[in-house]
C-alpha cells in the first residue's frame, strides 16, 4: 500500500515519547472490515449508494492524552455500486478521476474521545488532488478481544459518518441533478497484538 510521504515521520513522533508517558496504542486497519460506504442524491427521487475499499492503513490512541493520528488510503478504482457499467462511469475523470488519482486519503490528527471513546476526529481528505478539511463522527465505537486467532489481539472500531461536496473537489459532472453531497459511512475495524488478558478501550 503506498502510504503519505510523512506517516513514517508522524509514526516516530508519536511513539518516541518520555518515558513517563504511556506510548499509544497502534491499530492496522483489518482490510476485510474496513469500507468507505458513499450515498448520493440522484435526480431528487432516489440515492446512489456503494462502496470503495478496502481502507488501509494505520490509527494511533493515547485516550488518556486524549490525542490520535490516523492515516488511512482507499483506492478511487475499486468502487463499488452492483452495476458494472455504472461504476466504469464513475471511475472516469469528470468523476473519481481514478487514472489520474487511483488512491484518496484521509490525514486526521485532532481527536476528541467521550468517556474514553473516540467521538470525532478532524483532518484533511484528500481527492483528485484536493485537499480540504473533513469532520467524521464516531456513530459507535467499541473494542474486544479476539482470541480466535493464533495472535491474541485488541480489536476496536466503529462506524464514522462525514460529509464531503464532490464539487469542490472537481468532480462537478451531473449538477444539479446528481447531488453535490456526498455522505461517507465509514466502517473501520483495528488491531492490536496484546501479550496479556486484559484489555484497554481507547
Not at 154 to 170: A, T
Request: charged content about 20%.
Amino acid at each position: 500500500m503506498k502510504m503519505p510521504p510523512m506517516l513514517p515521520l508522524v509514526i516516530c513522533g508519536l511513539l518516541c515519547t518520555s518515558a513517563v508517558r504511556a506510548q499509544p496504542l497502534q491499530y492496522v486497519l483489518d482490510p476485510d472490515r474496513s469500507w468507505v460506504h458513499f450515498e448520493v442524491l440522484h435526480f431528487n427521487t432516489s440515492t446512489i449508494r456503494g462502496r470503495i475499499g478496502p481502507v488501509n492503513g494505520l490509527v494511533l490512541l493515547d485516550a488518556a492524552a486524549g490525542s490520535g493520528d490516523v492515516r488511512l488510503a482507499v483506492r478511487t478504482g475499486s468502487v463499488s455500486t452492483g452495476l458494472g457499467f455504472f461504476d466504469a462511469r464513475l471511475r472516469q475523470d469528470d468523476l473519481l478521476a481514478s487514472e489520474a488519482f487511483p488512491e484518496a486519503y484521509f490525514v486526521a490528527t485532532r481527536f476528541t474521545f467521550s468517556q474514553g471513546r473516540v467521538a470525532t476526529l478532524r483532518g484533511e481528505f484528500t481527492w483528485r488532488g484536493v485537499s480540504l478539511p473533513l469532520e467524521l463522527t464516531a456513530l459507535r465505537y467499541a473494542c474486544r478481544l479476539d482470541d480466535s486467532a493464533a495472535l491474541r489481539a485488541e480489536v476496536c472500531g466503529g462506524d464514522f459518518e462525514g460529509e464531503v461536496l464532490r464539487s469542490e473537489y472537481g468532480a462537478s459532472f451531473g449538477l444539479p441533478l446528481v447531488g453535490n453531497r456526498v455522505r461517507l459511512l465509514v466502517q473501520v475495524e483495528g488491531r492490536r497484538p496484546i501479550a496479556g488478558s486484559q484489555v484497554k478501550t481507547p
